[in-house]
Nanobody, 117 residues
């Protein structure tokens, strides 16, 4: 059973930064591409950033140049550095395999990011 534990969210002003972490257990972490997803109130969950097993990254257009995804296979952890945050980045952020079906569709509790002045 894969477990995903996200942390690092919080309340930040526009233009601020946060670093999210996701600890993964119950899988051979290095074998899987990983993604950060987010769900804003009243909206569908969306993929924000992805990273392959070899470290190749890709991003949703609206976060390019502001967000950076990385992974530490020794620690079974994936990170999301978020800079120059905007109000529209407010959402619950989740990590998961990419595609999600690789981890059986289960999700962690997520971490709330609120960008507000």
């Amino acid at each position: 059973q894969v477990q995903l534990v996200e942390s690092g969210g919080g309340l930040v002003q526009p233009g601020g930064s946060l670093r999210l972490s996701c600890a993964v257990s119950g899988s051979i972490f290095s074998n899987y591409a990983m993604g950060w997803y987010r769900q804003a109130p009243g909206k569908q969950r969306e993929l924000v950033a992805g990273i392959t097993q070899g470290g190749i990254t890709n991003y949703k257009d609206s976060v390019k140049g502001r967000f950076t995804i990385s992974r530490d296979n020794a620690l079974n952890t994936v990170y999301l550095q978020m800079n120059n945050l905007k109000v529209e980045d407010t959402a619950v952020y989740y990590c998961n395999a990419l595609p999600v079906s690789d981890y059986g569709g289960s999700w962690g509790q997520g971490t709330q990011v609120t960008v507000s002045s």
